[in-house]
C-alpha cells in the first residue's frame, strides 16, 4: 500500500499543480461523512467536525486551547456552592431560519437532550441538572442537583448545541443553527455545502461565502486531491505515509499536533472470555504498542496505558503498566483454562488507525495463540451494530471526545459492557467535585484503576496529522475537541 501510494504521490506532484485560491471558496477535507448532521442526536465526531462552531453554537465555547470562553452566553456566574449558574445571553440573536434565540431555546435545548426519549450522546451532561428557570429572555438559571466540575466545559460540547424547537426534529437533514455559516446542501458520499450566514453578529466571523466539506476515506485519493488543489485542506489525514512528500513541497504546510484520541481496543466484555481481567491483561502483554504506532502510523501517536491524553496534567504514565510480553501473555491464558488460545473477531471501522492497525493486531495476537478474524465495517455499520447493538468481539476505535474516562462507568447502558464498583466510585466523586489539583488526582486514581483492571487494550493517543494550503492561516494545531472551526480561517499570503 505504501509503495503504490508513493508512485501516486509522485506521479501526481508532476501533472497536478496546486490550483489558485479562490477567496470566496474553501474546501476542507474529511475521512469520515457524518451520518446526520444533528451534533446533539449522535455519538459520531465527524458531525461536529462540520457543525461544530461553523453551524451550530452552544451557552459556552471551546478554543484550540480547550478553554472554555464565551458562546451564546456572552458571561455567567456561579454561586459558591457550585449549585446555580446563571448565564446571560447574547442580544438580537437569531437562527438561520428567522426564528428569534432567546431564553426559553437553551431550557427547550437542555431539557430535550436530558429527557427520557433523548438520543443525545452525552446525555449524562444534562441529567445533573434539577431545574432551568427562565427569569427575563436573556438570562437562563440553571440549579444542579450535585456540583459537576466540568459543567461549563461540557456546556461548550456539541452535545449541547442550542437549538430551536421549530427546527429540531429536522436537523439531521436540514440543520439550522445560529452559526456564522447556514446549511446550503448535502450531497451523501460525497460533501457537505455551508454558505455565509449574512445575519450573525460577527461579520469576520465568516471568511468564506461557501464551505464545503469533501469526504474521502482512501489515503491515496486523499493525497491525489490535494495535490490536485481540488481540497484546500485536510485537517485530520489519513496518509501519515505522505507527510514527508508535502513537508518537501513548499505548496503545503503539515499539520502535527495532539488529539483527544484515545486509540483503544475494546472488548466485550458481556461476552467470555473478555469477562476475565487475565485474558484481558494477556490481550495486552500480546500488543506492541510502538511497533503498532511505527507500522500502521509512520510513528505518529504515543503509547498510553490508560484512557487519558498524554498531554493533560494529571496523566499518569502507565504505557509499560502491561508491558509487551507474548511469553507472559501466553502464561495467562494458560491459567484462564485457555492454553490453546481461542478465536474472536475484530470489527474495524474505516479510518487507517483501525484498518491498518487492525493487521498488524491480528499478527500479535497469533504469536499468543489468539486466532482474529478481521471484520471490515463501515462507519454506520459499526455504530449500529458494536456501539448501539453490542454486537461485537473485539473493535478498534479512538475515542476523541476530550475528558471521557466516564464512559467506562456507564456500564450495560455502554458498548463496553464494563462493570467495576470502586471506578464507578472514583467518578461518582470525581463529578461532585470542582476544585482543579482535587480532579486530578481523582483522574490519577482513575486512570490507575482502569489499568490495573486492563478494562480495554490500550494502544495510543491520535496524533493530529494533516496537510493544508501553505496560504491557509487560522487552522487548529491542536484538536482538544472534534472541530472543524472556521470562525478564525481565512486565505493570506
Same mark, same amino acid.
Given at each position: 500500500m505504501a509503495t503504490r501510494l508513493t508512485a501516486l504521490v509522485s506521479a501526481l506532484a508532476i501533472v497536478l499543480p496546486a490550483t489558485a485560491v479562490a477567496d470566496d471558496r474553501l474546501v476542507i477535507g474529511m475521512t469520515l461523512e457524518p451520518p446526520h448532521l444533528d451534533p446533539t442526536a449522535g455519538a459520531a465526531g465527524a458531525i461536529d467536525e462540520v457543525v461544530y462552531a461553523n453551524l451550530f453554537e452552544s451557552l459556552t465555547r471551546i478554543d484550540e486551547s480547550g478553554t472554555v470562553v464565551?458562546?451564546? $452566553?456572552?458571561?455567567?456566574? #456561579?454561586?459558591?456552592?457550585? !449549585? @446555580?449558574? @446563571?448565564?446571560?445571553?447574547?442580544?438580537?440573536?437569531? *437562527?438561520?431560519d428567522g426564528t428569534t434565540f432567546d431564553a426559553e431555546d437553551v431550557r427547550f435545548s437542555l431539557e430535550r437532550a436530558a429527557a427520557e426519549d433523548s438520543t443525545n450522546a452525552q446525555k449524562g451532561f444534562f441529567t445533573p441538572i434539577a431545574s432551568i428557570e427562565t427569569p427575563v429572555p436573556d438570562s437562563v438559571v440553571v440549579q444542579l442537583e450535585h456540583p459537576v466540575g466540568l459543567f461549563l466545559f461540557n456546556m461548550g460540547s456539541g452535545d449541547a448545541a442550542i437549538?430551536?424547537?421549530e427546527s429540531a426534529d429536522t436537523n439531521t437533514t436540514?440543520?439550522?443553527? @445560529?452559526?456564522?455559516?447556514?446549511?446550503?446542501?448535502?450531497?451523501?458520499?460525497?460533501?457537505?455545502?455551508?454558505?455565509?450566514?449574512?445575519?450573525?453578529?460577527?461579520?469576520?466571523?465568516?471568511? *468564506?461565502?461557501?464551505?464545503?466539506?469533501? *469526504?474521502?476515506?482512501?489515503?491515496?485519493?486523499? #493525497?491525489?486531491?490535494l495535490l490536485a488543489g481540488d481540497v484546500d485542506a485536510f485537517p485530520n489525514m489519513a496518509a501519515p505515509e505522505a507527510l514527508a512528500r508535502f513537508e518537501a513541497d513548499d505548496r503545503f504546510a503539515v499539520i502535527v499536533g495532539t488529539t483527544e484520541g484515545e486509540t483503544i481496543m475494546a472488548v466485550n466484555h458481556r461476552r467470555p472470555? *473478555?469477562?476475565d481481567p487475565r485474558v484481558r491483561r494477556a490481550l495486552t502483554h500480546a500488543i506492541d504498542r510502538q511497533a503498532l504506532v511505527d507500522a500502521a502510523m509512520f510513528g505518529y501517536g504515543t503509547p498510553i496505558g490508560s484512557h487519558f491524553a498524554p498531554h493533560h496534567p494529571a496523566h499518569l504514565d502507565l504505557a509499560d503498566h502491561i508491558p509487551h510480553d507474548p511469553e507472559r501473555a501466553r502464561a495467562l491464558l494458560a491459567e484462564a483454562g485457555l492454553a490453546d488460545g481461542f478465536e474472536a473477531t475484530l470489527a474495524l471501522p474505516?479510518?487507517?488507525? $483501525?484498518?491498518?492497525?487492525?493487521?498488524? &493486531?491480528?499478527?500479535q495476537l497469533a504469536e499468543v495463540g489468539v486466532r482474529v478474524t478481521l471484520v471490515p465495517v463501515e462507519w454506520a455499520q459499526w455504530l449500529e451494530q458494536v456501539f448501539r447493538g453490542f454486537?461485537?468481539?473485539?473493535?478498534?476505535?479512538?475515542?476523541?471526545?476530550?475528558?471521557?474516562?466516564? &464512559?467506562?462507568?456507564?456500564?450495560?447502558?455502554?458498548?463496553?459492557?464494563?462493570?467495576?464498583?470502586?471506578?464507578? $466510585?472514583?467518578?461518582?466523586?470525581?463529578?461532585?467535585?470542582?476544585?482543579?489539583?482535587?480532579?486530578?488526582? !481523582?483522574?490519577?486514581?482513575?486512570?490507575? !484503576?482502569?489499568a490495573e483492571d486492563a478494562a480495554a487494550v490500550f494502544l495510543f493517543q491520535l496524533a493530529k496529522t494533516g496537510v493544508r494550503d501553505r496560504r491557509l492561516d487560522g487552522l487548529w494545531l491542536n484538536s482538544p475537541i472534534?472541530?472543524?472551526? !472556521?470562525?478564525? #480561517?481565512?486565505?493570506?499570503?
Amino acid at each position: 500500500m505504501a509503495t503504490r501510494l508513493t508512485a501516486l504521490v509522485s506521479a501526481l506532484a508532476i501533472v497536478l499543480p496546486a490550483t489558485a485560491v479562490a477567496d470566496d471558496r474553501l474546501v476542507i477535507g474529511m475521512t469520515l461523512e457524518p451520518p446526520h448532521l444533528d451534533p446533539t442526536a449522535g455519538a459520531a465526531g465527524a458531525i461536529d467536525e462540520v457543525v461544530y462552531a461553523n453551524l451550530f453554537e452552544s451557552l459556552t465555547r471551546i478554543d484550540e486551547s480547550g478553554t472554555v470562553v464565551p458562546g451564546l $452566553a456572552q458571561s455567567w456566574s #456561579v454561586s459558591d456552592d457550585g !449549585l @446555580t449558574y @446563571t448565564f446571560l445571553l447574547r442580544e438580537g440573536v437569531q *437562527f438561520h431560519d428567522g426564528t428569534t434565540f432567546d431564553a426559553e431555546d437553551v431550557r427547550f435545548s437542555l431539557e430535550r437532550a436530558a429527557a427520557e426519549d433523548s438520543t443525545n450522546a452525552q446525555k449524562g451532561f444534562f441529567t445533573p441538572i434539577a431545574s432551568i428557570e427562565t427569569p427575563v429572555p436573556d438570562s437562563v438559571v440553571v440549579q444542579l442537583e450535585h456540583p459537576v466540575g466540568l459543567f461549563l466545559f461540557n456546556m461548550g460540547s456539541g452535545d449541547a448545541a442550542i437549538v430551536a424547537p421549530e427546527s429540531a426534529d429536522t436537523n439531521t437533514t436540514h440543520p439550522i443553527g @445560529t452559526g456564522p455559516y447556514r446549511f446550503a446542501s448535502r450531497a451523501e458520499g460525497d460533501h457537505v455545502r455551508l454558505t455565509r450566514y449574512e445575519g450573525y453578529r460577527d461579520p469576520e466571523a465568516a471568511a *468564506f461565502d461557501e464551505v464545503v466539506f469533501r *469526504f474521502i476515506s482512501d489515503p491515496a485519493a486523499q #493525497v491525489a486531491a490535494l495535490l490536485a488543489g481540488d481540497v484546500d485542506a485536510f485537517p485530520n489525514m489519513a496518509a501519515p505515509e505522505a507527510l514527508a512528500r508535502f513537508e518537501a513541497d513548499d505548496r503545503f504546510a503539515v499539520i502535527v499536533g495532539t488529539t483527544e484520541g484515545e486509540t483503544i481496543m475494546a472488548v466485550n466484555h458481556r461476552r467470555p472470555p *473478555f469477562d476475565d481481567p487475565r485474558v484481558r491483561r494477556a490481550l495486552t502483554h500480546a500488543i506492541d504498542r510502538q511497533a503498532l504506532v511505527d507500522a500502521a502510523m509512520f510513528g505518529y501517536g504515543t503509547p498510553i496505558g490508560s484512557h487519558f491524553a498524554p498531554h493533560h496534567p494529571a496523566h499518569l504514565d502507565l504505557a509499560d503498566h502491561i508491558p509487551h510480553d507474548p511469553e507472559r501473555a501466553r502464561a495467562l491464558l494458560a491459567e484462564a483454562g485457555l492454553a490453546d488460545g481461542f478465536e474472536a473477531t475484530l470489527a474495524l471501522p474505516p479510518p487507517s488507525y $483501525a484498518r491498518r492497525g487492525g493487521e498488524i &493486531i491480528q499478527a500479535q495476537l497469533a504469536e499468543v495463540g489468539v486466532r482474529v478474524t478481521l471484520v471490515p465495517v463501515e462507519w454506520a455499520q459499526w455504530l449500529e451494530q458494536v456501539f448501539r447493538g453490542f454486537d461485537y468481539d473485539m473493535t478498534i476505535v479512538s475515542h476523541t471526545e476530550p475528558l471521557d474516562i466516564g &464512559i467506562y462507568a456507564r456500564g450495560a447502558d455502554y458498548y463496553f459492557g464494563y462493570e467495576n464498583d470502586p471506578f464507578n $466510585a472514583v467518578m461518582a466523586e470525581l463529578d461532585a467535585t470542582a476544585e482543579p489539583a482535587a480532579r486530578n488526582t !481523582l483522574y490519577a486514581e482513575a486512570q490507575r !484503576l482502569l489499568a490495573e483492571d486492563a478494562a480495554a487494550v490500550f494502544l495510543f493517543q491520535l496524533a493530529k496529522t494533516g496537510v493544508r494550503d501553505r496560504r491557509l492561516d487560522g487552522l487548529w494545531l491542536n484538536s482538544p475537541i472534534q472541530a472543524n472551526d !472556521l470562525t478564525g #480561517v481565512r486565505w493570506g499570503e
